[in-house]
């Protein structure tokens, strides 16, 4: 048997040592921390290789959730700094509403440097810094690549550039109403590719559910439904619109024809047509798998990423959608074109790096196709090449069983631009990037939104506007209740009113008061 | 100050032992009270503390704001509705529950019950959601399937404002039950068994034992949860009714919490959301001293 020092602890002894460690923890965390590498710091983002760091929100759900696969996310790293002599460091951002959380944080707390992010440029304004000059000096590639109408929506009164287009003037996006092909094939339907009527639709929706009696018509919310069709019955559509009358900027509820909308939509309810759950928390993709789904009014990436997705997979034999460019009713054009103006890329005021980010994304812009398609997708030739020289289809490699994936942190050309340029060659993103490119600047299949180039002050209206949600809510709200029938339409008036009493003339004042100084009225 | 150190010295061990708790409580409790300023500032949310700091104070204006707010009266029935029909429901459940264990002798039985009864308060509010729409959904819902087997009509249940609040009842007893149960299975555990025993010989039924033993001797903790309860009552699951709530029940579902979320936190307005958290603060903490002094009144220890 050996023998040795034998200690033993009682109790209390044990309990002693166990408060002791205890309270030196919380000392010590207490105490100073290693300095983490602070924003707006002396080093100006320079590592200690004389590189300069750059850090960016990706602008794109990524490829994979968790990020990419860090051999190979160096790779594309190292690729960019030898070209650019500049650094990118991309975040991976949790999911959902809590990688939005995660960014304000990082915004308002400053301990970590972050160089370029996403949102309403509007709303960021506070936090934010103008880049005109930088794009004059450095993005010329940027400026070049966007239409006049869209750069309007990234400036102040001014004339201040606050942020690069990340969505723009869609032409394409959600005015499109979708309907079952293989029904309107099988039943022998009336269907033309450029122009449909509020009546044929009607007709189509009849049939479809007269073959199938679970058929519906569903959309994605009401924003959805009234950017498909209000048209159709009123003069501006789904817009705010200048009351001659008054000379004052007024929500589209106000507009005449809306009332005569929700008569028609309440209609359509009763019918039976949509889908039950339609205005709260419906399962798109499991409805689309249902195959019942025989008309969609809403965005285009549900059919062309989602829809695609299942299509493929061939969960109902012959399933498939198409549209119409364009859905017509008593009031002309159905849809509204969206005018997501002020959502962009923008540079935290603090960013000590300013210049060297327009100049990363500048690169990302260069009219050789290249590195844009780098920054997206990774290294030419081993995760992806083009198809043929015209560039413009992109044959990828990295979805390759057991490949290194890069999940695109680095990327920051997700908006307009970029994307008209090339399409995968696969089938399923290949049809999305093939409708971007056709429809992304046709603007002739939607009404144009009558304010969409004055560049509002989002925040100014919020102080203004201290009822914003209450009317929001009552919009809704009461718009909903209205097509499904638990309020009746004969209330309208009253509804107006209450709009009125939560605050609506405050809106009126804040929207006219802004639109007014921009137009010179 | 030797009073003072004559009693740390004799008690030092214990004042050791408490010094971590102190020091949560100090960074994690008081010093983010500091935040409270935010409520009688406009901080925009990229300001610096400093900034925050020195900005001006713009007195009550948030408050009233939310007191002017259109629904402000909705929101306040909303809350205090769901609230007080879940301690309705959800309180007693437990009690009822541990109850039931409690007279239940097959231990292998007991055992499975009360783990099976544990299990919902483990799933996260995102996973309850999801089970939530799945049992009551209109398309292939378990709900509606026996809705349609037996010739009705599928309903959306989760979208009429007439069933809204009994799913958000439903729900939270169903998730609570059986971990809220634990505590009274600890208390009943104490009880002296001999009084059983006592009043087994004098030919007390079981309901009469649990009327007359268990019920009685388990009071004090029944009385404290009350009082913590109602200091909750502004808490009425704003996670549960942000995952299942859409325009369409608004008018029975929408609570404080949820709106402060759409009107303040998603539009940037931290002040605004402060405003109201304090608001709601300061309104569960009158509850909690009114609900304390009458649990006093009533003879029994309350919390202090």
């Known amino acids: 048997m050996k023998h040795g020092l034998k200690y033993t602890v009682d109790r209390r002894q044990f309990l002693r040592l166990s408060a002791l460690a205890a309270s030196g923890s919380i000392i010590l965390a207490c105490g100073p921390q290693p300095e983490a590498p602070a924003a707006g710091g002396d080093d100006m983002g320079m590592a200690e290789d004389g590189v300069v760091d750059v850090y960016v929100w990706p602008s794109i759900a990524l490829v994979r959730p968790e990020g990419s696969d860090p051999e190979k996310y160096k790779e594309v790293q190292d690729y960019i700094t030898e070209q650019l002599g500049i650094r990118p460091n991309g975040f991976v951002p949790p999911p959902g509403a809590a990688g939005r959380e995660r960014l304000n944080l990082m915004l308002s707390s400053q301990t970590e440097q972050l160089d370029m992010f996403t949102g309403d440029w509007t709303q960021y304004k506070a936090a934010i810094m103008p880049i005109t000059d930088l794009l004059e000096e450095h993005g010329q590639n940027i400026l070049t690549a966007f239409p006049e109408a869209t750069w309007s929506g990234m400036k102040d009164a001014n004339g201040d550039i606050w942020g690069i287009p990340r969505l723009g003037l869609m032409g394409h996006t959600w005015n499109f109403t979708w309907f079952r092909e293989d029904w309107i094939n099988d039943l022998g339907l009336p269907f033309d590719s450029e122009q449909m009527t509020i009546d044929q639709l009607e007709g189509n929706m009849a049939a479809f559910q007269e073959a199938n009696p679970d058929a519906v018509l569903v959309t994605n919310n009401l924003g959805s439904l009234e950017g498909c069709l209000l048209g159709a019955w009123s003069e501006y559509g789904r817009s705010r619109w200048y009351d001659e009358s008054d000379g004052q900027i007024k929500p589209y509820q106000l507009q005449p024809g809306y009332e005569a909308f929700l008569t028609k939509m309440n209609e359509w309810w009763n019918n039976g047509w949509f889908h039950k759950e339609v205005f709260a928390n419906m399962d798109f993709e499991e409805v689309l798998r249902s195959g019942n789904m025989g008309i969609h009014c809403g965005w285009y990436s549900r059919m062309t990423i989602l829809g695609q997705r299942i299509f493929l997979e061939d969960v109902i034999p012959g399933m498939d959608f198409i549209f119409p460019l364009k859905m017509v009713g008593p009031m002309g054009l159905a849809g509204t074109n969206n005018a997501n103006m002020t959502q962009a890329y923008m540079i935290p005021a603090n960013s000590p790096v300013a210049k060297e980010v327009i100049q990363f994304v500048n690169w990302q812009y260069d009219p050789v196709r290249d590195n844009a398609v780098t920054a997206h997708y990774g290294i030419q030739g081993t995760d992806w090449d083009w198809v043929d020289e015209t560039k413009e289809q992109v044959r990828r490699f990295d979805a390759e069983a057991g490949a290194a994936i890069y999940a695109g942190e680095l990327y920051q050309g997700a908006g307009l631009a970029i994307e008209t340029w090339s399409a995968p060659e696969d089938p399923l993103w290949g049809r999305h990037y093939d409708h971007i490119k056709k429809y992304v600047f046709d603007y002739s299949n939607g009404k144009m939104p009558v304010d969409f180039d004055v560049p509002y002050d989002g925040a100014a209206i919020a102080e203004q506007v201290p009822s914003m949600e209450d009317i929001n809510r009552l919009n809704s709200e009461e718009a909903i209740k209205f097509i499904t029938g638990v309020r009746p339409l004969s209330e309208f008036g009253d509804f107006v009113d209450s709009l009125y009493r939560a605050g609506l003339q405050d809106w009126i004042d804040a929207y006219t008061s802004q639109y007014v100084a921009a137009k010179g009225l | ?304």
């Open chain 2, 1 to 304: 100050m030797t009073e003072v150190l004559r009693i740390l010295r004799k008690h030092g061990f214990y004042y050791l032992l408490f010094l971590p708790v102190a020091g949560y409580l100090i960074i994690f409790k008081y010093v983010p009270m500091i935040g409270i300023m935010i409520a009688f500032k406009d901080v925009t949310p990229f300001m610096s503390m400093g900034e925050i700091v020195t900005s001006s104070f713009i007195g009550f204006k948030h408050f009233v704001n939310f007191f002017n707010s259109f629904f402000f009266w909705d929101l306040m029935e909303n809350t205090l509705m769901i609230s007080i029909y879940k301690t309705l429901w959800s309180f007693p459940a437990p009690i009822l529950l541990a109850l039931l264990i409690n007279e239940v002798h097959n231990t292998y039985f007991k055992r499975i019950s009360q783990t099976i009864s544990y299990l919902p308060h483990f799933f996260s509010m995102v996973i309850v959601a999801g089970l939530v729409y799945v049992v009551f959904g209109v398309q292939g819902g378990l709900v509606n399937h026996l809705v349609v087997l037996t010739g009705g009509e599928p309903q959306h249940y989760l979208g009429d404002p007439r069933w809204f609040r009994t799913i958000l009842v439903g729900t939270t007893v169903w998730q609570t039950v059986g971990w809220g149960s634990i505590l009274y299975l600890a208390a009943m555990a104490g009880l002296n068994p001999e009084t059983y025993e006592a009043a087994n010989i004098d030919g007390a039924s079981k309901i009469q034992q649990v009327r007359h033993i268990t019920l009685p001797g388990i009071s004090h903790v029944i009385v404290i949860l009350f009082i913590f309860r109602i200091g909750d009552l502004l808490d009425a699951g704003f996670e549960q009714i942000l995952l299942l709530y859409s325009p369409s029940v608004y008018e029975v579902a929408d609570i404080i919490d949820t709106y402060v979320y759409r009107a303040g936190l998603l539009n940037l307005k931290y002040s605004f959301a402060s405003a109201v958290g304090l608001y709601k603060s300061i309104l569960a903490l009158l509850l909690l001293l009114a609900a304390n002094k009458f649990a006093n009144f009533l003879g029994h220890q309350g919390i202090w």
